[in-house]
């Protein structure tokens, strides 16, 4: 079956302005997670949705970044105001409920100039 | 918090010698440990995986034991091919926890 799917696969963009990633879980998944892999960082932790519950945003780093998750399945991390330690790549996850497999997508890599 | 630490690469092997790539962690009660692999151009996959103490994890070769008494989850292969070239992240999730923690990640180059 199709697994975890993220778009676009690369996006440039320059200083100060927003961006908007996707990603599509893989079906019946009710966890959905957010990554960032940066050279500085390692991979970080973001946020993680379960079902209807309010997400956990403890990884987010600052206010410029936001999540959401509509119908309880694609999800969209936006970064608004882009500054260039955003560059990296960013990693969406999903795992069919708390605490199994995570499985990660293909990522999207952020450059912003 | 919890946190991972990792040994540092890159680590370059002769095809058929011995890996290690060590493995530490911090973290309370009793977290689940993890190794994922990521090949090039490749997104990332879980390797192995041991939920409880002495539990031994184990795929395509690799192998990993849970010690509690060390807090270590070393990655052992006894003979590593040209295709396991890649980037190997030890990983937690705590006990109650969601999210995973990951190490640094150690480059591995074996040649042929």
Known sequence: GAGVSQSPSNKVTEKGKDVELRCDPISGHTALYWYRQSLGQGLEFLIYFQGNSAPDKSGLPSDRFSAERTGGSVSTLTIQRTQQEDSAVYLCASSIGRGNEQFFGPGTRLTVL | ?112
């Open chain 2, 1 to 112: 918090g919890n946190s991972v630490t990792q040994m540092e690469g890159p680590v370059t092997l002769s095809e058929e010698a011995f890996l290690t790539i060590n493995c530490t962690y911090t973290a309370t009660g009793y977290p689940s440990l993890f190794w994922y692999v990521q090949y090039p151009g490749e997104g990332l996959q879980l390797l192995l995986k041991a939920t409880k103490a002495d539990d031994k994890g184990s795929n395509k070769g690799f192998e990993a034991t849970y010690r509690k008494e060390t807090t270590s989850f070393h990655l052992e292969k006894g003979s590593v091919q040209v295709s396991d070239s890649a980037v190997y992240f030890c990983a937690l999730r705590g006990e109650y926890g969601n999210k995973l923690v990951f190490g640094a990640g150690t480059i591995l180059r074996v040649k042929s």
